[in-house]
């Protein structure tokens, strides 16, 4: 029979054993929630795209204001070309 002492020892690594499974399935949780928020935020912004453009589509909607809109926001010139904008001069290749 184990002395009192190896049952202390085995019902802590246990015990260390089950918190690391809590801890496990914890993480887990939040990364699914994280992506579940992603995920929603993804389609609030597909939606609202989708609203806007239809809009502008259907002549309810100025199309200047929306490419105003997108002038002002957008700096990337992969994003900027998706609507046909210019892309933006950054300080270092207009002093070349």
């Known amino acids: 029979m184990a002395t009192i002492e190896e ?54 909607w100025p199309q200047e204001k929306l490419l105003a809109m997108l002038d002002a926001a957008l700096t990337r010139d992969d994003d900027r070309a998706l609507f046909d904008l210019p892309a933006i001069q950054s300080p270092q290749r207009s002093s070349q």
């Open 7 to 60: 049952r202390i020892a085995a019902l802590e690594a246990k015990l260390k054993q089950e918190k690391a499974k809590k801890q496990q399935i914890e993480a887990r949780k939040r990364a699914m929630e994280s992506k579940r928020k992603r995920s929603e935020d993804t389609r609030r912004k597909i939606l609202v795209g989708a609203l806007i453009l239809a809009r502008v589509e259907r002549g309810e």
